[in-house]
Nanobody, 120 residues
Framework: QVQLVESGGGLVQAGESLRLSCAASGRIFSINSMGWYRQAPGKQRELVATITSGGRTDHADSVKGRFSISRNNAKNTVYLQMNSLKPEDTAVYYC??????????????WGQGTQVTVSS
């Protein structure tokens, strides 16, 4: 089993920044993609950003130019730097990691979620 622990959420004003972290631990052979989703009240979960083990990134159009995903493979940790935050960024942010199993398949694991609230 793999556990993901998130940190870094909080309450900020519009225009400010936050940095989310998500550390994976447990029985890890290798991790392929890692990333972040978010879910605002009454809305569906939205993919925010992903990063492969090789460092290739992809960001949702709604956060391009403001958010930046990165990772430290040695620490099995993924980060989300969020700048110029807007009230519409308010959501619970969930990290995920695609971890390889013994049989070479992959399983997706999720963090517990961290609340980000942006006031206007």
């Amino acid at each position: 089993q793999v556990q993901l622990v998130e940190s870094g959420g909080g309450l900020v004003q519009a225009g400010e920044s936050l940095r989310l972290s998500c550390a994976a631990s447990g029985r890890i052979f290798s991790i392929n993609s890692m990333g972040w989703y978010r879910q605002a009240p009454g809305k569906q979960r939205e993919l925010v950003a992903t990063i492969t083990s090789g460092g290739r990134t992809d960001h949702a159009d709604s956060v391009k130019g403001r958010f930046s995903i990165s990772r430290n493979n040695a620490k099995n940790t993924v980060y989300l730097q969020m700048n110029s935050l807007k009230p519409e960024d308010t959501a619970v942010y969930y990290c995920f990691a695609d971890s390889r199993n013994v049989d070479l398949t992959y399983s997706r694991y999720w963090g517990q979620g961290t609340q980000v609230t942006v006031s206007s």
